[in-house]
């Protein structure tokens, strides 16, 4: 699984975008358990995520309602298919309102540009 850290900080929160190919949904809860191991992403606040399959859109919020469509909509945008985006945020104290959208965008558009190289 490729993991990008520290790529936004606002008011106490900082996020994290992860991602690896992948195919089912149950593929995906088992790369989010993974990273889950790792003891910093085990303590996150959320881990949201999006998988674009042949079957299905498939997604998770995690309790950031709404960011789960975000991430999708970025992949559908981007074509990408069978692969996983995963956007962490460690909660800082202070709400961010509808900033928390524009940092997911950011987070998946900062990963769509590290796979592309």
């Known amino acids: ?34 990273l889950c191991r790792k003891k910093k992403f085990a303590k996150a606040t959320h881990n ?9 859109p498939v997604k998770n919020d995690d309790g950031e309602s709404g960011a789960g469509m975000v991430i999708l909509r970025m992949l559908e945008r981007e ?9 962490t945020r460690w909660y800082g104290g202070k709400h961010l309102g509808g900033d928390r959208f524009r940092h997911v965008q950011e987070a998946v558009r ?8």
Do not use: F
């Not at 606002?10 to 593929?27: F, H, L, M, Q, T």
């Not at 995520?49 to 299905?56: E, F, P």
């Not at 074509?79 to 956007?87: E, F, K, N, R, S």
């Open 1 to 34: 699984m490729r993991i990008i850290e520290n790529i936004i900080s606002d008011r106490g929160s900082k996020y994290a975008v992860s991602g690896s190919p992948c195919r089912s949904e149950d593929e995906a809860k088992a790369l989010i358990k993974e």
């Open 48 to 56: 949201t995520w999006g998988l674009l399959t042949a079957d299905a």
């Open 79 to 87: 074509g990408l298919q069978d692969h996983l985006v995963v956007v």
């Open 110 to 117: 900062l990963y769509l540009e590290d796979l592309r190289g």
